[in-house]
C-alpha cells in the first residue's frame, strides 16, 4: 500500500522556486528521518536532503546546500523540500523517503519506504 506520496513538481524558469511536500503515513513518519532523492533521466539516483526525526539535524548535497532547504511537520506527517535559485541541472523526478532509524543520511539503503516521484523541471 502506498506509504509516501509527493506533490508540488512542476515546470518553473531557472532562478524560481518551488516547494515539494511528502504526505506519509503516520506509522513510518513517526520518529523516523526522512529524506529527498532525485533521478534525472539516464542516471542514477542521488540524495539531496536529510532530516532528523524531530528536525535538529539536517544533511545537504553539496549541489544544494544553501539553495535547499528541507523540513517536516510531525503534526501533519508531512516532509517539505522549498527549492530556490533553480538551476536546469535540478532537473530530475524528486523522490521522498522514510529511513530506518531516527536520524540518517545519504545511503539510500538506509531508508525502507519510497514515494512515486514528483517530476521538477527547470528550463534556462
Known amino acids: 500500500q502506498v506509504q509516501l506520496v509527493e506533490s508540488g513538481g512542476g515546470s518553473v524558469q531557472a532562478g524560481d522556486s518551488l516547494r515539494l511536500s511528502c504526505a506519509a503515513n503516520r506509522r513510518i513518519f513517526s520518529n523516523n528521518a526522512m529524506g529527498w532523492f532525485r533521478q534525472a533521466p539516464g542516471k542514477e539516483r542521488e540524495f539531496v536532503a536529510a532530516?532528523?526525526?524531530?528536525?535538529?539535524?539536517?544533511n545537504y548535497a553539496g549541489s544544494v546546500k544553501g539553495r535547499f532547504t528541507i523540513s517536516r511537520d510531525n503534526a501533519k506527517n508531512t516532509l517539505y523540500l522549498q527549492m530556490s535559485s533553480l538551476k536546469p541541472e535540478d532537473t530530475a523526478v524528486y523522490y521522498c523517503?522514510?529511513?530506518?532509524?531516527?536520524?540518517?543520511?545519504?545511503?539510500?539503503?538506509?531508508?525502507?519506504?519510497w514515494g512515486q516521484g514528483t517530476q521538477v523541471t527547470v528550463s534556462s
Open positions: 523517503a522514510a529511513a530506518r532509524s531516527a536520524i540518517s543520511g545519504p545511503v539510500a539503503a538506509d531508508y525502507r519506504s
Open positions: 532530516i532528523s526525526w524531530n528536525g535538529g539535524n539536517t
